[in-house]
């Protein structure tokens, strides 16, 4: 009887111990986007995000949470509602509510009802942005004079292009006719019926960012009014317009562009977030770190850089394959109710915290501080109470309230806990290295849940993009699959990552890859003279600027046994003529690649495919216009073929550059499922033939 009731107990304690994450946990999890806190601080409305297994898909829908704590509550059942905005009274939220093809701006009153359009503009309306008196709405839309024709012909679906950037990744081919501008609506006192839009900016180039002057009466945007503006180094404006439209005037201008625009209590200054290209006579940089500035509101201002000392990431980020994918962020500075200080976020080796800046002296000053990524916020109306995203190596990011005073953080959502709590999730650890040249390193080791010390693991060594990007203290669902199979995973920042000052993300210009790889080299040695890593099992992969360096990798050593190459460069050339977006500017390269042959072909990983001896498998979205397959995979993979090397190239249908980060579910999940077999297959040396010559 004894022994049946241990047996018992066993099987029970059993049932109830946490399991390890798995690839297809990813169809249960639910992000958080978009916090909008409330004008006085109360409540927080908030974009939720969840995977419709049935049609493969993300749903969105917006939820409401008090600051003080307790049970949110659902305000919309749309599938596709999103970019929530409190009127200034708090009493009603304008949002976006999209269909396959467009989106139109709702309102919803918080005091009962449905939510009712305000909108319907031909190819939608997005971005809305209250006025202050409560009376208007701005918002962006690529509307234009004949969609308003219900007698119009069909236009012709053939494509005249005469930009050398006509398509972008993600959203296809550019239509130069159709320009994001500024158009108003007026807010009925009772939402009835949809009201007319009418538009405030028109012509040749795009407006975006848009907010208020204090007195309702102008709008402050940002553009680049540059008809074809990739002859020149990255740059957009600060502008200022009447709200009734007319003529637009430059408020103030830095060589770089300008974003993230705040306007002080008083109206009279702005802040905003900027990258300077170039110091003095020097070349456009590769990386340009971004600082914060103030400029008066008045035009023909001048703009002071008040971070110029603080030699980290304004309004940087950490990547993660995690970021709530459909459900946008708003991340932008905001002022202190006296105006003498700005409030924004910056990384710093690893972390994105909130800081506080003096407008005056730029004296920086941390708010928040951890081991965490904290990304996308919003502030009440008096800066006081913050709302903000925060993830963690162990949790997707939750909703937190923020005092500006203090920097007190309270745990608002825990949208994850009935997943989480089930399964062993453990934290990497952060560690440095010197690497060849004694530059210091930063990286994280993700260990299997159950790491024995003394045991030696197969190891991955998993390579951010970029280049100049981060890893850090932030959830990847890939790195914890990938060590609850049984491995360790290295992941490491490089030189040319962000978050470690101005000269180290501009290192690599004119020399990528190069030393970057070394870096990553060191780490692998890192870990296998600490006993960790099996040097017999080392696998390598990265994705985008990770594919490139993992091309690099495995041209360069046999160290590898395996390796998966996602979203690559082979061909510098091919991609130079290829990619949604161009290098006419010698940023990257000294010139285009007749003007440089010797540089494009030496940097190129197809240049030295026949000293490739480690399996390689390659991973293409086939919609991807970033990191064109033609220009990537495909040339690795025929090459390798001829040259009868084991390889194999695993395309997704439909899927862009965003695979990883925003692709179907499904996609998403065979795409660890791959990447992991090919590792399983040549490391661990399971049987595996589905990658058998058919």
Known sequence: MLSSLLVLAAVTLAADAPRFITETDLYQFTWVADPQISPDGSRVVYTRVTVNAKHDNYETALWLMPTAGGAGRQLTAGVRDSSPRWSPDGKTLAFVRSTETTGQIYLLSLEGGEARPLTDVPKGASSPVWSPDGKMIVFSSTAIDQDFDKKKDEPSDVKVITRAAYRNNGSGYADPDRRPHLWLVDVPAVPAAVAKARQVTQGAFSESGAIWARDSARLYFTSNRVLEPYYESPDADLYVVDAKGGDIAKVTSIDGPISGLALNPAGNRVAFTGAINRIGTAAQRSYSQTDLFVSDAGAGSAAKNLTRQYNFDIAGGIGGDQAPPRGGESAKPYWSADGRFVFTVAAEEGRANLKRIDAETGRVTALTEGDHALSSYSASADGSKVAALISTPTSIGELYSIDSASGKLKQLTQSNQELFGKLQLTPPEAIWYKSFDGWRIQAWVQRPPNFVEGKKYPLILNIHGGPHAAYGFTFDHEFQWMAAKGYIVLYPNPRGSTTYGQDFGNV???????????????????????????????????????????????????????????????????????????????????????????????????????????????????????????????????????????????????????????????????????????????????????????
């Open 508 to 694: 690599i210009q004119y020399h990528y890859p190069g030393d970057d790889h070394q870096d990553l080299m060191a780490g692998v040695d890192e870990l296998v003279k600490r006993g960790w890593a099996d040097p017999e099992r080392l696998g390598v992969t990265g994705g985008s600027g990770g594919g490139v360096l993992t091309n690099w990798a495995i041209t360069h050593t046999d160290r590898f046994k395996a390796a998966v190459s996602q979203r690559s460069i082979a061909d510098w050339t091919a991609f130079w003529y290829t990619a949604d977006f161009t290098q006419f500017t010698s940023s990257w390269f000294r010139g285009a690649p007749w003007e440089s042959e010797a540089d494009y072909k030496e940097r190129s990983p197809i240049t030295h495919v026949q000293k490739i001896k480690t399996p390689l498998m390659l991973i293409e979205g086939e919609a991807d216009l970033r990191t064109p397959p033609a220009a990537g995979g495909e040339q690795m993979f025929r090459a390798l073929k001829y040259l009868k090397k084991p390889v194999v190239m695993v395309r997704f249908p439909g899927e862009s550059h965003e695979l990883s980060r925003s692709g179907k579910p499904t996609h998403r999940v065979e795409r660890l499922q791959h990447i992991v077999a090919w590792f399983d297959k040549y490391l661990l040396g399971q049987e595996i033939h589905t990658y058998d010559v058919r």
